[in-house]
């Protein structure tokens, strides 16, 4: 039997000491929990947030990405293009909205445009083989609002977009089913390694583990320094965004995509599977891991772009702004490195492309723990999950006359603007991980996402939500002040 690998449960004086602990419940680490509990393994998944996909992963552009523009050889352009293919098996299976749009690479200067072969050739190299070059009467056949300008761009058929709260819910639902423990409002402040084990602890309690696995995101170069180690150094990258009105859906039909550079993607333009038109981010280095509010400055350059890109998105309707924070680091790849000697695999530097590339780093990693002399035995069961529909490209409950005669609660719209029923406010308070905040609530069904913002439905949801979950409705109030972006 390898090292610590489902022999039996070994209790310390904390309790039960975990085969492996997954620090960090974002895309990366729902991703890891759930690949691992495929196998005869004790795992304890530990999250900061009183929630799965509160950090860096709620907060992206949710472009499902190709790796067509990595950086060929790289680790990250390799992951991406192993977790494009598992991502096109699990979405289905687990019900995770996806949009297939396709993206278009649009060149607005010579410069731009002499880099399209460079570009095209990089894609090839990455195995993303169906890009090809377009003129600009075809660029302007294909999104005939684009502003003028254009001169020339690459289709790139396989960019699409997905819901990215949905994935690492999915993630770590099927983890949980499959055995995983969740530790929610657990972050891990200090770590000692001693006699085989390690443990971690913090404010939550402490955890008892015979492997580390970090996916801490913007604070992964902080539990790295915990284990000895200065790899890196996490430098949040705020990216701002803006969410315009389901009005704006019809003016485009692929996402619009820069010409992208050493440092970012660009700004870009792209509808969202709730059926609304984003646009952004902003790329700006900060020191503040905690800097997720937008300026105004930003919000202007934005539109500013925006009106050069496709003029009128401008007369369109904004419904909300909103900011995340890239885990940005000094290196051009993902810091994803095996210490099999201490038992530790960190999996650190995951920067805008985390979500795309979630499942095939969390097969690369159980690679490392395998490599490193983990016993990973297959499990007789690996039990499937289906999350709820929360995109436009599928039939919501609302419209499905089959789930109203089973639960006529799917028949009570609660929050008009989203179509957001009762029937799926109760599901998302009673299921595997519940929504225990309104931030949860928000993600798990999309209410009070839509035009209003919540002004009509707000009060409602949160006596709904504090009635359901036992809790005091000025408790959720002050938890949603601190932890909506």
Same mark, same amino acid.
């Given at each position: 039997m390898g &090292? /610590? $690998? /489902? /022999? !039996?449960? $070994?209790?310390?004086r904390l309790g039960m000491i975990y085969d492996v602990a997954v620090i960090g419940g974002g895309a990366v680490g729902s991703a890891i929990a759930r690949e691992l509990s495929r196998y005869e393994l004790n795992i304890a998944l530990l999250e900061a947030a009183p929630d799965v996909g509160m950090g860096t992963s709620k907060a992206s552009t949710a472009i499902w990405h190709t790796g067509f523009d990595a950086k060929p050889g790289s680790l990250e352009a390799r992951l991406m293009r192993r977790s494009y293919a598992l991502m096109e098996q699990f979405a289905p299976e687990a019900g995770i909205p996806i949009e297939r749009t396709g993206g278009l690479l649009i060149a607005w200067s010579e410069e731009q445009l002499a880099t399209l072969p460079a570009l095209l050739d990089k894609a090839k190299q990455n195995g993303v083989a169906d890009v090809y070059l377009i003129a600009a009467d075809e660029v302007y056949r294909l999104e005939p609002r684009l502003g003028p300008g254009a001169l020339g761009g690459m289709l790139v058929p396989g960019e699409h977009v997905l819901c990215t709260y949905t994935v690492p819910l999915a993630c770590a639902t099927q983890a949980v089913v499959n055995g995983i423990t969740l530790k929610l409002n657990h972050s891990v402040k200090a770590i000692q390694s001693r006699d085989g084990f390690h443990v971690l602890g913090g404010p939550g309690g402490s955890v008892e583990c015979r492997w580390i696995i970090n996916a801490a995101g913007l604070y992964s170069d902080e539990i790295d320094r915990l284990l000895g180690h200065h790899d890196f150094i996490v430098t949040p990258r705020r990216g701002e965004l803006i969410v315009f009105d &389901?009005? $704006?859906?019809? #003016?485009?039909?692929?996402?619009?995509? !820069? +010409? !992208?550079? $050493?440092?970012? &993607? /660009? +700004? #870009?333009i792209s509808p969202t599977v709730y059926g609304n038109v984003l646009l952004g981010p902003t790329a700006e280095d900060l020191p503040d891991k905690t800097a997720t509010s937008t300026s105004a400055s930003g919000l202007q350059t934005l539109l500013e772009k925006g009106r050069a890109i496709l003029p009128e998105l401008l007369n369109e309707e904004v419904t909300a702004t909103y900011a995340g924070l890239r885990a940005a680091t000094e290196h051009s790849d993902y810091q994803i490195r095996l210490h099999a000697g201490q038992r530790y695999v960190c999996v650190g530097g995951i920067r805008s492309t985390g979500v795309s590339a979630s499942l095939g780093i969390a097969e690369y990693v159980a690679g490392l723990l395998q490599e490193a002399g983990l016993t990973l035995k297959p499990k007789l069961q690996f039990k499937s999950i289906r999350m709820p529909n929360i995109g436009e490209a599928a039939t919501r409950p609302y419209q499905s006359a089959e789930m109203i005669a089973a639960n006529p609660t799917y028949g009570q719209i609660v929050c008009h603007c989203e179509r957001v029923t009762l029937g799926e406010i109760l599901a998302a308070t009673r299921t595997v991980i519940p929504a225990r905040t309104v931030d949860g609530l928000r993600r798990r069904t999309r209410v009070l996402q839509g035009r209003c913002q919540g002004f009509n439905c707000h009060g409602a949801v949160v006596s709904l939500l504090a009635r359901e979950t036992n809790q005091n409705p000025s408790q959720l109030m002050m938890l949603e002040q601190d932890h909506v972006a």
């Open positions: &090292k /610590g $690998a /489902g /022999g !039996p449960r $070994a209790l310390s &389901k009005f $704006a859906r019809s #003016l485009i039909n692929h996402i619009l995509l !820069p +010409v !992208p550079t $050493a440092k970012t &993607k /660009g +700004v #870009l």
